[in-house]
Every structure is written in structure tokens, then in C-alpha cells.
T-cell receptor, first 116, second 111 residues
């Protein structure tokens, strides 16, 4: 049973550039959420995708955008990179369903982005 | 006030000790609660989902107090391998739902 996978594992970009991160959810899951985790902080919710639509968004600027594909995989795009965007970007998958278990999220290993 | 608050620690405890962490949340409409464990530079891993008033899984016990708006995690008979950061997560109904993480509590179990 494949867990959540993310690519790439590490990335170094320059200020002003654009980046695309990828995520494949756990087998059987249909919902993908993205988080940003700065050093020493808890993950911060960026947005969530279900049925190829963004259905929930955290307090992140429009420079952060995403997409979900018919196979439930997802991309996170960040434009006009700032130094402050350097962080671990985590993808989590879940199964949207009635009942409590639908809220349990499973995380991928993350992509560590460094902006110089 | 932060939506989810945790004592950052670190908590340094000897092997075999019992340790407890608390987490408070501000949104009384919060519906579900979780504890995750995160090792250094790794992804968070689901440790426990907190049902109704609480539940137990081996050495780990989670409790929920809705009246006082806090959840707790108790670890009995601490092992060296329990050393990690423990993240409290609250599921807030907002349209659909979204996870709000605390900043985490660092635990170090000493030999």
C-alpha cells in the first residue's frame, strides 16, 4: 500500500523564480492538503483540494496556487519566490467521507525548499 | 490568542517516566482532535485520533475536555524512542474543514 509521495525532496531556487512541487496521495485517498512548515514551527495550512477544486484556503497570498488532477495527485505552485518562502512543504492526503475517520490526514516526506 | 497553543518545552524526562502534554484550542466548534509525532526533519506521523472524551493506545492516552477546551497526551513508561516533537492538531469546521497545528512540544527521553 503506497503512502503519500512527494517530489522533489530538495530544491534550491533564487528569489523571483517560480517553483512547482508534486504530491501523490495515499492509495484510496481523494483529498490533498498542502502545508508550509518553517523551522521550529508547526505546519501552516495552505489549501486543500478535493474533486479537482480548491475547497479551503489558509492565509497565504495568491502567489501560492495549486491543482488537483483526475488521479487525485496534486501540484503546489509558488510564483515570485521570496526568501521567506524557504520551508518544508508538506502534502497530506485523506479520504473525504462521512464520519470521523475522514478527517485523518497522512503526510508525505515533504519537499525542502531553499530560496537564495 | 492563538487558535491552538502548546508548551514548546523541551520536556527532558528519564526513561520509564510518565509525561503529559496539554494543548488548548480557542474555537469551541472544533470537532475533532489529533496528536501527531514529528521526528527531526521528518514528516508528522499520526499518533492518535482523539474520540469523544478520550482514548488509549498502549502506553499513550489522549483525553479531551470540551468544557475547558483542551486536549492532553499522556505517555507512560517513556522510551528513548519516544524522543520527538508532539504536535496537537485541531480540526476546525470552516466551510468544509481545516487542520490547525500547534507549534509542537519537544520531548527528550534521557537514558
Amino acid at each position: 500500500d503506497a503512502g503519500v509521495t512527494q517530489s522533489p525532496t530538495h530544491l534550491i531556487k533564487t528569489r523571483g523564480q517560480q517553483v512547482t512541487l508534486r504530491c501523490s496521495p495515499k492509495s484510496g485517498h481523494d483529498t490533498v492538503s498542502w502545508y508550509q512548515q518553517a523551522l521550529g514551527q508547526g505546519p501552516q495550512f495552505i489549501f486543500q483540494y478535493y474533486e479537482e477544486e480548491e475547497r479551503q484556503r489558509g492565509n497565504f497570498p495568491d502567489r501560492f496556487s495549486g491543482h488537483q488532477f483526475p488521479n487525485y495527485s496534486s501540484e503546489l505552485n509558488v510564483n515570485a519566490l521570496l526568501l521567506g518562502d524557504s520551508a518544508l512543504y508538506l502534502c497530506a492526503s485523506s479520504l473525504t467521507a462521512s464520519g470521523f475517520r475522514g478527517y485523518e490526514q497522512y503526510f508525505g516526506p515533504g519537499t525542502r525548499l531553499t530560496v537564495t | 490568542r492563538k487558535e491552538v497553543e502548546q508548551d514548546p518545552g523541551p520536556f527532558n524526562v528519564p526513561e520509564g517516566a510518565t509525561v503529559a502534554f496539554n494543548c488548548t484550542y480557542s474555537n469551541s466548534a472544533s470537532q475533532s482532535f489529533f496528536w501527531y509525532r514529528q521526528d527531526c526533519r521528518k514528516e508528522p506521523k499520526l499518533l492518535m485520533s482523539v474520540y469523544s472524551s478520550g482514548n488509549e493506545d498502549g502506553r499513550f492516552t489522549a483525553q479531551l475536555n470540551r468544557a475547558s477546551q483542551y486536549i492532553s497526551l499522556l505517555i507512560r513508561d517513556s522510551k528513548l524512542s519516544d524522543s520527538a516533537t508532539y504536535l496537537c492538531v485541531v480540526n476546525i469546521p470552516s466551510g468544509t474543514y481545516k487542520y490547525i497545528f500547534g507549534t509542537g512540544t519537544r520531548l527528550k527521553v534521557l537514558a
